[in-house]
């Protein structure tokens, strides 16, 4: 399957770096798409890896599970025992290192190594003991899309798949990624300071790059906006030519309402150009964003949770001190609201767990004086002042689990101020999770020139993070009752009281996430966890906890909290 072409590669290879490393399953068109991936990198360990951003590395090929004669969902760490030459191997992530699995992959004649990840997103790959003898590409998968690929191969189907740089592989190629288009400057603004058009808006505009050989005429990009499947916006630009190897900016009208709904509203840019495109999993880039009453955040949150989507998982290299992931925020009308906490996950990499692992919470007010990134006062992150911290241990090995963490005190916001709010570990085996999903390249370069996500390391931050292209999956809550007080007590009686099996909390109207300690009456913590209680009552199992007197603490995002005693006997 894979393409042969020859002396062609010598008139493109200049255009490298105008390209993307993409992994995109051509067949079968049913499960044909972009799946998110990380990939070894020659400067990363992996010295002998091809840098996959030379189109002459790509490979396009079949997919074929490594068979290490042992289970199913084969982890690649035994001696292989079927022939992989000119395929692309597949292996599960577990027990041994990746260097190890893409070396025995590679001994079996593999072209390049999937490895499918035993959690949700993905991870950065360590070569370990044997990355440095690897000359194949590999890459991760999530769980989520490498099941979607395993089932078409269990069916018997081929599945085959493009991994790298695709520049000059068609005639007819015109596409957008990630970085080539703008997105509204947060995925979840607060209602409260999204009131109407002088409030909130999206300026849309996208590159189109012409990735084929031939020239394109006429090409245009289309912008619509929905909200609940009504279309709010349907735009299309002007139209404009593209050679090979180069690249249009097309602008459009500015998107605002009267006023705004809460909700999910959905973005989606496609290029319209009149020649026949021979590869079509880049000419449509979606991006949703959110009105919301309670959410901040730069990261993608679930539509059905409300809660942060997490890719990758990542620390710097070098951190064995203070490590802290954090999100820029800063509105003239910040001052309606007050931040109550953050929502994140964390993972270890294998054998490490979670299980008692520190985590605090940081509300900072970030008092450097600057415009904007281009700035030259902008020398750092120099100044700031602590304004709202939460703290949370690990009772269990919570992997990839959304964890929220409220701040002691509900924390003011003023406006026009500049804030970050950031996920800090001492850890060296925790890692934060991060959505590569959303490239805020446009945002930070050409639309509004604000910070991100800064991160420290050490004591050291970086403005820029780990890029553009990933930002930390954190949501932080916030409130518009700002005379509600963090002590306030909420008039809560379950029942059965005694109980021996389940106890009923009646909430009182109140609903979300809350979190729950239970702690016995020597006050030593017995179960700390967060809940959900949207039914408007929650239900609490006991069965494991010995009979007894205990105090329940239930402390709402909104800040209020309740109280109560418990007696289980069995």
């Not at 906490?341 to 605090?360: H, K, M, N, Q, R």
Request: charged fraction near 15%; include cysteine; charge should be negative.
């Amino acid at each position: 399957m894979k393409k042969i072409l020859l002396g062609f590669y010598l008139s493109i290879f200049s255009f490298a770096c105008f390209g993307q490393v993409i992994f995109y399953v051509e067949e079968p068109a049913s499960i044909s798409n972009n799946y998110s991936f990380t990939y070894t990198d020659p400067g990363g360990g992996w010295s002998l890896t091809p840098d996959l951003l030379d189109p002459l590395n790509a490979v396009q090929d079949t997919l074929m599970l490594a068979d290490d004669g042992t289970a199913d969902d084969s982890l690649a760490c035994n001696p292989l025992v079927n022939d992989l030459t000119g395929k692309i191997a597949v292996c599960y992530r577990g027990a041994c290192q990746f260097g190890l699995k893409a070396k025995k992959a590679q001994d079996a004649g593999a072209v390049a190594l999937i490895i499918i990840n035993h959690s949700p997103g993905t991870v950065g790959m360590a070569p370990g003991d044997s990355g440095a003898l690897v000359t194949i590409p590999v890459v991760m998968l999530s769980d989520a899309d490498g099941a979607i690929l395993r089932a078409s191969m269990d069916a018997g189907e081929d599945v085959v798949a493009f991994i790298g740089n695709k520049v000059g592989y068609y005639a007819d190629d015109l596409g957008f990624f990630g970085d080539d288009i703008n997105r509204p400057k947060s995925f979840s603004n607060p209602l409260a300071i999204s009131s109407d058009n002088t409030e909130y808006d999206v300026q849309p505009g996208a590159w189109v790059n012409n990735y084929g050989t031939n020239q394109q005429l006429g090409v245009a990009v289309n912008a619509q906006i929905t909200l609940n499947g009504t279309i709010l916006y349907d735009q299309t630009s002007a139209t404009a030519d593209i050679s090979f190897g180069d690249s249009a900016y097309f602008s459009l009208p500015v998107f605002s309402q009267s006023t705004y709904a809460e909700g999910y509203y959905e973005l989606t840019y496609s290029i319209v150009t009149t020649a026949p495109d021979q590869f079509m999993g880049d000419n449509m880039v979606s991006q949703n964003f959110m009105i919301s009453d309670t959410l901040f955040s730069m990261t993608t949150l679930s539509d059905s949770t409300n809660k942060p989507v997490s890719g990758p998982f990542y620390r710097p290299s070098d951190a064995l001190g203070s490590y802290s992931a954090c999100i820029h925020f800063q509105d003239p009308n910040a001052s309606r609201m007050a931040a109550m906490g953050i929502t994140f996950a964390a993972s270890t990499t294998d054998p490490a767990v979670l299980d008692g692992e520190y985590i605090s919470v940081y509300g900072y007010e970030w008092t450097d004086q600057f415009t904007d990134i281009n700035d030259p006062n902008l020398t750092g992150v120099d100044n700031i002042v602590l304004t709202g911290v939460g703290e949370y241990t690990y009772a269990a090995d919570l992997q990839n689990e959304n964890i929220y963490v409220p701040f002691d005190q509900p924390m003011t916001l003023n406006d026009n101020t500049r804030y970050l709010f950031c996920v800090n570990t001492f850890s060296p085996e925790v890692y934060i999770g991060f959505d590569n999903t959303i490239d805020y390249t446009q945002n930070w370069e050409s639309v509004y020139n604000q910070p991100i996500s800064p991160i420290e390391d050490n004591g050291t931050w970086y403005i820029g993070g780990f890029g553009r292209d990933v930002v930390p999956s954190l949501s932080v809550n916030v409130s518009t009752n700002l005379n509600v007080e963090e002590n306030e007590e909420l008039n809560i009686t379950p029942y059965p009281n005694p109980t021996n099996h389940m106890v009923n909390i009646p909430l009182n109207g109140f609903k979300g996430m809350a979190n729950l300690k239970i702690y016995d009456l020597a006050g030593k913590l017995i179960s700390d966890e967060n809940v959900n209680t949207l039914s408007g009552n929650l239900q609490v199992n006991v069965n494991d906890i010995p009979n007894g007197n205990y105090l329940f603490n239930i402390t709402f995002e909104d800040g209020r909290s309740g109280k109560f005693n418990v007696v289980i006997t069995k």
